[in-house]
């Protein structure tokens, strides 16, 4: 079983930013591609990054492409977000998941939640001034 947990979030002002980091623990010796979604209330878990298993691919969220940042600790499953500029509409539960591992990389796929097989418990991002 693969653990995922996520740190980092917290209450900012408009225009701040933050990090967020996540592990993904419990299968050495897999290396995953992973991404980042954000779910705000009574709406739909949506795509915010992906980043692939060595790091030399990333997809963005039209949403959030200039502003947030996504980086990975080497071949390890640690990944994280830096968000700049945030602002009002950023305020989320923020969570990390491990893309399948039988998937190939895909720029369209990584942006599916249901291509993710482990997930953490997620963290809040409150932007609010």
């Known amino acids: 079983q693969v653990q995922v947990v996520e740190s980092g979030g917290g209450l900012v002002q408009p225009g701040d930013s933050l990090s967020l980091s996540c592990v993904a623990s419990g299968r050495p010796g897999t290396i995953y591609a992973m991404g980042w979604f954000r779910q705000a209330p009574g709406k739909e878990r949506d795509f915010v990054a992906a980043?692939?298993?060595?790091?030399?691919?990333?997809v963005y969220a039209d949403s959030v492409k200039g502003r947030f940042t996504i980086s990975r600790d080497g071949a390890r499953n640690t990944i994280y977000l830096q968000m700049n500029s945030l602002t009002l509409e950023d305020t989320a539960v923020y969570y990390c998941?491990?893309?399948?591992?039988?998937?190939?990389?895909?720029?369209?796929?990584?942006?599916?939640?249901?291509?993710?097989?482990?997930w953490g418990q997620g963290t809040q991002v409150t932007v609010s001034s």
């Open positions: 980043i692939s298993w060595n790091g030399a691919s990333t």
């Open positions: 998941g491990t893309f399948s591992a039988t998937n190939p990389w895909s720029e369209y796929l990584v942006t599916l939640p249901r291509e993710y097989e482990y």
